[in-house]
């Protein structure tokens, strides 16, 4: 059993020098940006930043050099940014950086990754513990996305080429586990019998006292350009029943946080809408599509009343893209996260908060 609930919901928000670059002197409290200037506040209360690791998460990254945006990495304002996401990793002292998937665009093949995203991130790969995204898989087998990352990736997962890619790690009090959602397509559902949710069932259940957060490319809810990605309905019930405190994402080129939220549910091919749960009952989803390659569109509540008050942040835009990196800190029995912009011309914006374990 995990440990008993010592949840306390907690002010979110806190800007800290000490976690990460500091991105404005003046917050921007992402409220659900489309194009307009995003709503600003006074910088709020300063929390403090625990002493636990600190790790760094994005998606969507890298440009393919063919792409007329690419300018040897320096990109424009509406795309192809991956040099200056990647330059908030500099001297910040990461445990671990997790790319979300569609690391390097358009099909992921050895030239385009040693070209660009070693480029720009070859100098975290020791401490790189990735997950596949669909570009991945243009090249057969992502047969060159497990090449270049080698052991790390988990390719070689014990339960079967059906559970490659997923593989789990501890960052401090923490237990992480990355999943490859491209495993649950192709007529092979994941449910109780699939390969990866048996080998996600035995983890699971070694690791039973840890906080814990999962990771993988296509998000389940979402109000971008994608939208619902059926498949991972039972992963996330299968990680909400078993306590998972928060859930990783990209896909969706932009940013979303979502507030907790509890089962989800489907009716024929159409998501149920999500209900929002107290923090002790809910899994927190960020979609963290910010990376460098571009933003897509993202649809206002109005028209998905589905999610309505169930984004707490969100910002895509594809004249003004939101490139940057999510940092969080990993206490024993809490979190804090911030969204850290990069330098790129795009109105300000942050995002920033507290959670605890379940």
């Keep these: 059993m995990k440990r008993p609930s010592r949840r306390t919901l907690l002010t979110a928000g806190f800007v ?5 670059l500091p991105v404005a002197a003046v917050a ?15 910088a709020p209360q300063q929390l403090g930043t625990g002493n636990g690791p600190l790790i760094a998460t994005v998606g969507d990254i890298a440009c393919a050099p063919s792409n007329t945006q690419y300018k040897g990495g320096e990109g424009t304002l509406a795309g192809c940014r991956e040099k200056a996401v990647a330059d908030l990793l500099e001297n910040q002292r990461l445990a671990a950086f997790l790319p979300l998937g569609d690391l390097q ?5 050895m030239d ?33 996305y497990y090449d270049y990352f080698g052991a790390m990736a988990g390719e070689n997962n014990p339960f079967g080429p059906y559970a490659a890619g997923a593989y789990s790690y501890d960052v401090g009090a923490w237990h992480l586990v990355s999943l490859n959602s491209i495993q649950c397509t192709g007529g092979k559902p994941c449910d109780d019998s699939h390969p990866m949710m048996q080998w996600l069932a035995a983890d699971l259940a070694a690791h039973p006292t840890k906080c814990s957060l999962a990771y993988w490319h296509h998000p389940l809810y979402s109000l971008g350009h994608h939208g619902a990605y059926t498949p991972m309905t039972p992963v996330w019930n299968f990680l909400l029943d078993r306590g998972v405190d928060v859930v990783l994402t990209s896909h969706d080129h932009g940013y979303q946080r979502f507030a907790p939220l509890g089962r989800a549910e489907i009716n024929g091919a159409e998501m149920v809408p999500p209900t929002v749960v107290p923090e002790a009952q809910g899994m927190r989803n960020f979609i963290v599509g910010t990376g460098g390659a571009n933003n897509y569109d993202i649809a206002s509540e109005a028209d998905r009343p589905d999610l309505a008050g169930k984004v707490e ?6 004249a003004q893209a939101l490139f940057g990196a999510l940092f969080m800190r990993l206490d024993e029995s809490s979190y804090t996260w911030k969204f850290a912009q990069a330098e790129t011309g795009a109105p300000p914006f942050v995002d920033t908060g507290v959670g605890t374990c379940r």
Excluded: C, W
């Design 105 to 109: 665009y358009e099909d992921g093949r």
């Design 16 to 20: 800290s020098a000490l976690m990460i």
């Design 28 to 42: 921007a409290v992402a409220t659900g940006q489309t194009g307009s200037t995003p709503t600003r506040v006074a």
């Design 313 to 318: 942040a969100k910002y895509a835009n594809p």
């Design 112 to 144: 385009e990754f040693t070209q660009v995203y070693d480029q720009f991130f070859g100098k975290y790969k020791a401490i790189t513990r990735p997950t596949p995204g669909n570009h991945e898989y243009k090249t057969p087998n992502a047969r060159d």
